[in-house]
């Protein structure tokens, strides 16, 4: 599944499947050629690429990362490596700055305007202003995920990971963003600030917390709730909702004090020779019948208005962890904190990691 922001570079797991279809001539004067599409792992029903093949004859060669980073780091060396590519929010807000990404001709794009809703579009202008380079693809909260019958206490603020009655039993996500978003929120500051006193403020507060913690982990804090391992953890909302499935004793809360709204977008790269497949491909994606075959199999919540009304699943279709209104509770993107920004969390996250 998706990663966002980890403590420490992973080997880089590329995955590479090239399914041949049909034949055709370059994708930029006709509808046949190639497409190379770079997304994160687990984040696609693989059946929706080989539809896309057969009904445009163009071949898709798709590759997998598992951070923003190690994306970034491939299109830096070669924005031409791929067409199309599926960043996060602060990501793109980076590829914009550096000119990595192209704008999109949303005239080659219907489905786009016709099925995205206008909230996600709105919240997409904190990283993507005039929403000009990004199609939504998948999105999502930050939460408190908790058992309750292992949890005697009201959950509905970010302190309860700082309640010593818990010591032992407390998930922390391995990542330095998604940890300091919750420690300077709890302290009324934004997730996005660059002010040395208030992230020192969350760094000493983290370090304060650390001894409560059972483990700083990512995708196993999934699997440690549903085997109760943990009576608290933090967990992005489509792992919550496949939690819930498997153990009815989790709960997920988005904390009163607010979240990360995170957004994970479609984007062309600034050195695409595969233009033309590449918006074809966005306005498949974006089609009521994919966008719900997606989310079927990731579990991550689509912000395709027609995929979200087609859900048959009454539970799931009226689920306020996967489709909540985003104007319930106070909420931001991640931003792109720049150079100096990135190293002064680095450099505090270190300070976390290494304290005792």
Same mark, same amino acid.
């Given at each position: 599944?998706?990663?966002?922001?980890?403590?420490?570079?992973?080997? $880089?797991?590329?995955?590479?499947?090239?399914?041949?279809?049909?034949?055709?001539?370059?994708? +930029?004067?006709?509808?046949?050629?190639?497409?190379?599409?770079?997304?994160?792992?687990?984040?696609?029903?693989?059946?929706?690429?080989?539809?896309?093949?057969?009904?445009?004859?163009?071949?898709?060669?798709?590759?997998?990362?598992?951070?923003?980073?190690?994306?970034?780091?491939?299109?830096?060396?070669?924005?031409?490596?791929?067409?199309?590519?599926?960043?996060?929010?602060?990501?793109?807000?980076?590829?914009?700055?550096?000119?990595?990404?192209?704008?999109?001709?949303?005239?080659?794009?219907?489905?786009?305007?016709?099925?995205?809703?206008?909230?996600?579009?709105?919240?997409?202008?904190?990283?993507?202003?005039?929403?000009?380079?990004?199609?939504?693809?998948?999105?999502?909260?930050?939460?408190?995920?908790?058992?309750?019958?292992?949890?005697?206490?009201?959950?509905?603020?970010?302190?309860?990971?700082?309640?010593?009655?818990?010591?032992?039993?407390?998930?922390?996500?391995?990542?330095?963003?998604?940890?300091?978003?919750?420690?300077?929120?709890?302290?009324?500051?934004? $997730?996005?600030?660059?002010?040395?006193?208030?992230?020192?403020?969350?760094?000493?507060?983290?370090?304060?917390?650390?001894?409560?913690?059972?483990?700083?982990?990512?995708?196993?804090?999934?699997?440690? $709730?549903?085997?109760?391992?943990?009576?608290?953890?933090?967990?992005?909302?489509?792992?919550?909702?496949?939690?819930?499935?498997?153990?009815?004793?989790?709960?997920?809360?988005?904390?009163?004090?607010?979240?990360?709204?995170?957004?994970?977008?479609?984007?062309?790269?600034?050195?695409?020779?595969?233009?033309?497949?590449?918006?074809?491909?966005?306005?498949?994606?974006?089609?009521?019948?994919?966008?719900?075959?997606?989310?079927?199999?990731?579990?991550?919540?689509?912000?395709?208005?027609?995929?979200?009304?087609?859900?048959?699943?009454?539970?799931?279709?009226?689920?306020?962890?996967?489709?909540?209104?985003?104007?319930?509770?106070?909420?931001?993107?991640?931003?792109?904190?720049?150079?100096?920004?990135?190293?002064?969390?680095?450099?505090?996250? $270190?300070?976390?990691?290494?304290? +005792?």
């Amino acid at each position: 599944m998706k990663k966002r922001f980890l403590s420490v570079a992973l080997a $880089m797991g590329l995955v590479a499947s090239a399914v041949t279809a049909c034949s055709g001539g370059n994708s +930029n004067a006709g509808s046949n050629g190639k497409l190379y599409v770079y997304n994160w792992g687990e984040y696609i029903d693989e059946d929706v690429i080989k539809q896309f093949e057969e009904e445009t004859g163009i071949d898709v060669v798709y590759d997998m990362f598992e951070t923003n980073e190690i994306m970034y780091a491939k299109l830096a060396n070669d924005t031409s490596a791929y067409d199309v590519v599926c960043p996060s929010d602060y990501m793109i807000q980076k590829l914009i700055e550096n000119d990595m990404v192209q704008p999109l001709n949303f005239d080659n794009i219907p489905n786009a305007k016709a099925n995205i809703g206008e909230q996600y579009w709105e919240k997409s202008q904190d990283f993507d202003p005039g929403n000009l380079y990004a199609v939504p693809y998948c999105w999502g909260t930050v939460g408190i995920l908790y058992n309750k019958t292992m949890v005697d206490d009201v959950v509905d603020s970010w302190d309860i990971l700082w309640n010593e009655k818990y010591s032992g039993q407390i998930l922390m996500q391995d990542s330095v963003r998604d940890a300091y978003m919750i420690s300077l929120l709890r302290n009324g500051y934004s $997730m996005n600030t660059t002010d040395p006193a208030e992230v020192s403020k969350a760094t000493e507060d983290l370090i304060a917390q650390k001894p409560l913690v059972q483990a700083y982990v990512i995708d196993q804090v999934r699997d440690k $709730m549903i085997g109760e391992e943990a009576a608290i953890g933090v967990i992005y909302s489509g792992e919550a909702i496949y939690t819930a499935r498997e153990n009815p004793d989790l709960v997920y809360v988005v904390p009163k004090e607010g979240t990360n709204i995170w957004i994970d977008s479609w984007v062309i790269t600034k050195g695409s020779k595969n233009v033309e497949n590449a918006e074809k491909w966005i306005d498949f994606m974006c089609r009521g019948d994919i966008a719900l075959k997606n989310f079927e199999y990731i579990t991550y919540s689509t912000p395709n208005t027609e995929a979200q009304a087609n859900i048959e699943d009454e539970d799931i279709k009226n689920s306020k962890v996967a489709f909540p209104d985003l104007d319930s509770f106070p909420s931001e993107a991640y931003k792109y904190l720049g150079a100096d920004g990135d190293k002064l969390y680095s450099e505090e996250w $270190m300070k976390v990691k290494s304290a +005792n």
